[in-house]
């Protein structure tokens, strides 16, 4: 069974960073996901087994990194110039294939969420 740990949320002001880790084990698609209370959730980020495939929502596109460390077996989701509309429960999850990387239902195994909560 498959086991994601997400850490490194908290609380930061707009125009802040954070960077969040998912510690995983083994070689899967890996995507980011982001869930607002009350909203259905939706996909951040997406990275690739040889971590040359790497698609962003249009939303985070140039403010947030998605990479992964097979030694260390995390991978990360860099936030920059975060927004208060960035705020949700962030969730790492894994996929067999990188097919529509972005479609939730494509994943299979999930983390617990960390939560995230931007301030204006």
Request: aromatic share 10%; glycine share 10%; hydrophobic share 35%.
């Amino acid at each position: 069974q498959v086991q994601l740990v997400e850490s490194g949320g908290g609380l930061v002001q707009a125009g802040g960073s954070l960077r969040l880790s998912c510690a995983v084990s083994g070689r899967y698609v890996m995507g980011w996901f982001s869930q607002a209370s009350g909203k259905e959730r939706e996909a951040v980020a997406a990275i690739g087994v040889q971590s040359d495939n790497r698609t962003y929502a249009d939303s985070v596109k140039g403010r947030f990194t998605i990479s992964r460390d097979y030694d260390n077996k995390m991978v990360y989701l860099q936030m920059d110039s975060l927004k208060p509309e960035d705020t949700a429960v962030y969730y790492c999850a894994a996929a067999r294939r990188y097919s529509a990387p972005l479609v939730v239902q494509k994943y299979v195994h999930w983390g617990q969420g960390t939560q995230v909560t931007v301030s204006s």
